[in-house]
């Protein structure tokens, strides 16, 4: 005998819980652990290969460029996968980072360990070990951040709670930054003219990278939980590359963040140059990257005050021009008075640290635009391409700067026996270091001033967005009474019972 079930009754929305200091800090760790392994090749990669293995800065240049194109490529397909992947006990996003967190500071500590691991090999052989681990880490750092990055969308859709992530997570990351710039630069300055000596520092410092990356990762998956009710299925291929076509904020958002982040990877790349050779002290990678970081503490506790007083999108232009003032101050400072170039880099904090800090917030946005225009919601497609583009600024940037040394004429034999660079290769290194950072940025903002997602226009967004749920929940109501009936009417049948509607008076 056939039983028909009586429909299930539609489930109630439930409204998302303001989020905790437990979340802000658990999304801080995962940038923290991140930067892990991204900053320390950012900032000290370069440096690793010409004074310690002894390459060419225009052949490493050129890797950057290659290997960040493949990283900027997988981001693409670690966005897919993320998208497609259904939500489990620990959501769609944490079990990437679960898996891949370990492998990925393996590879980190790998890339660095190439004269521990191969102490005889020759210039050829040092070139693939380099493309290969580099390679290997790109692939692995875009299978965990991009799940990573993709998840602040789903924890709150409230602005100021979004800036309020955006600036934990530059917090995590520049905590980092300045804690490799604390332990390694004593290193550099330690074993200068032995690079057998700082390859051997350097591969016990990674090692315990790894373990305090586990760590923070661990923390992360702990207490970074989705919020954001999601009510429709998830995108095909199709649908999210058309999604990801008609997001114009996305899209001016990518070409603003290409801009910049090649300004700042030049830079980055550069400031171990510029403390060693202008300065004429490796303890100023570290000071420098204080002085960096303390503006970037100071700027990103005021960007939810700024982004609830004068929008994301005024604020990143003012805080870009403090940017390109800083650039013009390290271009020019004189090296005699190093203070002056401290200042500079402590500017670039405030000017560089609040617009990286404004862009995570901006991104988070363009995930509602786009489910706005299409019906279809991504988190990590939309995540991925924002990454791609900033992954090819990296590039880019990274080129940049490794190419600035080679017009700079840098020897890296002279840096390798722990020779002093000439006076006209010190000053093309301090002009290249601000001008390059000064100039992306400018490109960067005449971008931007064409953004179109305000915050006025992001809020009657997420208005409509909710409306539109009401209406889908209210015919959803609607279908079950209409089915309820319907079955109520069968089940009547079925038992030979009247099926007509009974009076009220006998309900």
Same mark, same amino acid.
């Given at each position: 005998m056939t039983v028909v079930s009586e429909p299930a009754a539609p489930a109630a929305a439930v409204a998302p819980t303001r989020l905790t200091w437990r979340n802000y800090s658990g999304y801080a760790a995962g940038d923290a652990a991140n930067n892990l392994a991204f900053s320390m090749s950012s900032a000290f990669l370069l440096l690793y290969y010409t004074n310690v293995v002894g390459l060419g800065a225009a052949a490493i240049g050129t890797m950057f460029l290659l290997i960040r194109f493949w990283d900027a490529l997988a981001d693409l397909v670690a966005g897919r996968l993320v998208d497609a992947k259904k939500p489990g006990r620990l959501g769609k996003f944490r079990p990437f980072i679960l898996v891949f967190s370990l492998p990925l500071l393996l590879s980190s500590m790998a890339i660095f360990s190439a004269k521990t691991f191969f102490p005889d090999m020759g210039q050829t052989s040092a070139l693939l070990y380099a493309y290969v681990t580099y390679a290997l880490m790109g692939t692995l750092y875009s299978l965990v951040n991009i799940p990573y990055g993709s998840i602040a969308p789903a924890m709150t859709q409230v602005p100021t709670e979004r800036a309020k992530l955006a600036s934990w997570r530059v917090w995590g990351s520049n905590i980092t930054i300045l804690m490799?710039?604390?332990?390694?630069? /004593?290193? #550099?300055?330690?074993?200068?003219?032995? =690079?057998?000596?700082?390859? @051997?520092?350097?591969?016990?410092?990674?090692?315990?990278?790894?373990?305090?990356?586990?760590?923070?990762?661990?923390?992360?998956?702990?207490?970074?939980?989705?919020?954001?009710?999601? *009510?429709?299925?998830?995108?095909?291929?199709?649908?999210?590359? *058309?999604?990801?076509?008609?997001?114009? /904020?996305?899209?001016?958002?990518?070409?603003?963040?290409?801009?910049?982040?090649?300004?700042?990877?030049?830079?980055?790349?550069?400031?171990?140059?510029?403390?060693?050779?202008?300065?004429?002290?490796?303890?100023?990678?570290?000071? @420098?990257?204080?002085?960096?970081?303390?503006?970037?503490?100071?700027?990103?506790?005021?960007? /939810?005050? #700024?982004?609830?007083?004068?929008?994301?999108? @005024?604020?990143?232009?003012?805080?870009?021009?403090?940017?390109?003032?800083?650039?013009?101050?390290?271009?020019?400072? =004189? =090296?005699?008075? /190093?203070?002056?170039?401290?200042?500079?880099?402590?500017?670039?904090? #405030?000017?560089?640290?609040?617009?990286?800090?404004?862009?995570?917030?901006?991104?988070? *946005?363009?995930?509602?635009?786009?489910?706005?225009?299409?019906?279809?919601?991504?988190?990590?497609?939309?995540?991925?391409?924002?990454?791609?583009?900033?992954?090819?600024?990296q590039a880019v940037g990274g080129a940049a700067g490794a190419y600035a040394l080679g017009i700079a004429a840098f020897s890296s034999q002279r840096a390798t026996e722990g020779l002093l660079q000439t006076d006209t290769t010190v000053a093309g290194i301090q002009l290249w270091s601000g001008a390059l950072v000064s100039g992306f940025i400018l490109l960067s903002l005449l971008i931007m001033a064409f953004y179109p997602l305000t915050d006025a226009v992001f809020q009657r967004i997420v208005g409509e967005i909710g409306a539109r749920r009401a209406q889908r929940d209210a015919d959803g109501h609607a279908r079950y009474e209409v089915a309820h009936a319907q079955w109520e009417t069968d089940e009547r049948a079925r038992r030979g019972v009247d099926a007509r509607p009974r009076p009220a008076d006998e309900v």
């Open positions: 490799l710039s604390f332990v390694v630069a /004593p290193q #550099i300055k330690r074993f200068t003219g032995d =690079p057998e000596g700082l390859q @051997n520092s350097l591969f016990v410092t990674t090692a315990l990278f790894v373990v305090l990356g586990m760590v923070l990762y661990l923390y992360t998956v702990k207490t970074v939980k989705e919020q954001v009710q999601r *009510d429709v299925a998830a995108p095909t291929l199709r649908e999210s590359v *058309d999604t990801l076509r008609r997001n114009k /904020p996305l899209l001016w958002l990518c070409a603003g963040s290409l801009a910049f982040l090649t300004g700042l990877t030049a830079l980055s790349t550069l400031a171990a140059y510029y403390a060693i050779y202008v300065l004429q002290d490796a303890q100023y990678i570290a000071w @420098n990257a204080l002085a960096q970081a303390v503006g970037t503490f100071l700027i990103a506790s005021y960007i /939810p005050r #700024i982004v609830a007083r004068f929008g994301k999108k @005024n604020g990143f232009l003012v805080l870009g021009v403090i940017g390109i003032l800083a650039g013009v101050l390290l271009a020019f400072a =004189p =090296p005699s008075l /190093p203070f002056v170039a401290v200042l500079g880099f402590f500017l670039i904090g #405030i000017g560089m640290g609040g617009v990286n800090t404004l862009m995570w917030a901006l991104e988070a *946005d363009t995930v509602e635009y786009g489910e706005w225009k299409t019906g279809v919601r991504t988190e990590g497609t939309t995540y991925a391409l924002f990454s791609f583009t900033r992954k090819m600024g």
